[in-house]
């Protein structure tokens, strides 16, 4: 950053003004906080770029570029700049299918393998279930022999005839775990269902009406005017991406996308002109699973209370990007930001710093211990995403204290609410039924006790 705009940035809060030789336009408070945050991460070479839009009240707080597109060519994102969504991605899928069973081509309730031909040993896995993640399918992801896959092309069933070999994480409904072969499945669907490749379906569905220019399939060979490089953060300096071959990320995480042209398909989602008022409330109403349990994942999107604040919105990760968007409707404000490198500095983390720089986080009283804490105390174990699970679990008046096998330390949870209901930011961790429940949003965990 050039010592005029560090100088003018200093004396903004005395309302004074300085005329640079450039002419480089003075930033306001929140583009000033911004461009500190961003600046930062791009200085100590922990993000390669970013690309940042914030909106509220229908205008314009912060649409902006941070970084390189190129750290061989010293080549900054350009406008526009498109970037790998990843799961970003989800949400597009979960909004065909919405068209297509308006359209009479599908029913939510209908069983995937109508479309699909894969064994599920019997099981009948509605798209529904596909669209929240509790089929219960192992996730292609979490499947070590997937990934010497993943750089090669194959045909798509190859991945059904890996996922077949998998046992089921739990039955049908019974679970919410983040599932990408879901989605995966999804794009099939999709693919029988309207008689077109998956990409060719969004394109004349959404994007050519909404003016979605820059949105577009991932190629991993196409020359695309604006699509920025990946990398990734090793405490040795950023490196280039690992290649992946967009066969498999496919319905669950292939598109590319800008983010303006987020914003357009954010504020088209959420202001009736893209879905109709049924087809929105399925997309963005969480369900329940088979006991009655409530969840916080909807179709493609999370639906949840943010620190008190309303929050319907959708990450993504892929190799060499990371990306995030949200809507807040109780404060008409949208935050969409695209990172072109994985590591720890993610746009999750950057959404959060300019969200609550604009919101008031507002944070739970603790109440006092009301629970027999023998009851709650033990080993208890489940599957949780990628992993088996096992947690040493002791309950007090000082609060809980939590610690899986792996781990050296222990967690402790604090906030407690009642009920035996704790809050650890936005998870909740509550027993119920002689069981531990760890409710992340994207993961509804239920750990059993260790016999």
Known sequence: MKATTILCTLLLAG???????????????????????????VDSAQIAGAAVLVKKDGQLLLQKSYGYASLELAAPIPDPATFEIGS???????????????????????????????????????????????????????????????????????????VETRPFLFEPGERLIYNNTGYYLLGLVIEKASGQPYADYLKATFFEPLGMSDTYYCSQSEVVAGK???????????KQKPYLDHTWPYAAGSLCSSAADLLKWLEALHTGKLLTPEEYREISTPSNLNDGSPLRYAMGLVHFSDYGHRQIGHGGGINGFLSETRYYPDDDLYVVCLVNTTGPRGASGFANSLTWHILQKSLPDTRPFDQEPTALSGTFEGQVRGRWLTMEIEASPGGLLMKASEDEAADTLKTYLGDALWMDGNDRVFFRDGKWVIDQVGGYYVLDRKE
């Open 15 to 41: 309302s004074l003004s300085c005329n640079q030789q450039d002419s480089e336009p003075v930033p306001n408070a929140f583009e000033a906080f911004a461009d500190s945050l961003f600046g930062e991460a």
């Open 88 to 162: 970003v991605t989800k949400q597009f899928t979960a909004a065909a299918i919405l068209k297509l069973a308006t359209a009479g081509k599908v029913s939510l309730d209908d069983d995937f393998t109508e479309y699909v031909a894969m064994d599920t040993g019997g099981r009948k896995i509605t798209l529904r279930q596909l669209l929240n993640h509790t089929s219960g399918i192992a996730s292609y992801t979490e499947i070590p022999e997937f990934w010497p896959l993943s750089i090669e092309s194959h045909p798509r069933d190859t991945l059904l005839r890996l």
């Open 228 to 238: 920025v490089y990946g990398y990734d953060y090793t405490e040795t300096g950023l």
